[in-house]
Nanobody, 116 residues
Framework: QVQLVESGGGLVQAGGSLRLSCAAS????????MGWYRQAPGQERQLVGT???????TYADSVKGRVTISRDDAKNTMYLQMNSLKPEDTAVYYC??????????WGQGTQVPVSS
């Protein structure tokens, strides 16, 4: 089992920045990809971006150029740095970890309201 705990969410004004953290614990040795997803009210959960064990990243077109995913393996923590936030970025942000057996683990989510 892998436990994921997000932190860093909160109200931010449009144009502002925010950094989310995802602390992982448990059987993390089997995790090969981690990522961030978000779910806006009334919408399906969508991918924000991912980062592999080797540090390769991918981003959704909607956030490309405004967000950066990184990881600190010494702290078993992944980060999502978000800049130039827009009201349409308002969502609950979830941390995801996928194991080599394709099992998915999710955090509880952290809310990010962006005011206009």
């Amino acid at each position: 089992q892998v436990q994921l705990v997000e932190s860093g969410g909160g109200l931010v004004q449009a144009g502002g920045s925010l950094r989310l953290s995802c602390a992982a614990s448990g059987s993390i040795f089997g995790v090969n990809v981690m990522g961030w997803y978000r779910q806006a009210p009334g919408q399906e959960r969508q991918l924000v971006g991912t980062i592999t064990l080797g540090g390769s990243t991918t981003y959704a077109d909607s956030v490309k150029g405004r967000v950066t995913i990184s990881r600190d393996d010494a702290k078993n923590t992944m980060y999502l740095q978000m800049n130039s936030l827009k009201p349409e970025d308002t969502a609950v942000y979830y941390c995801n970890a996928r194991s080599i057996f394709n099992r998915n683990y999710w955090g509880q989510g952290t809310q990010v309201p962006v005011s206009s």
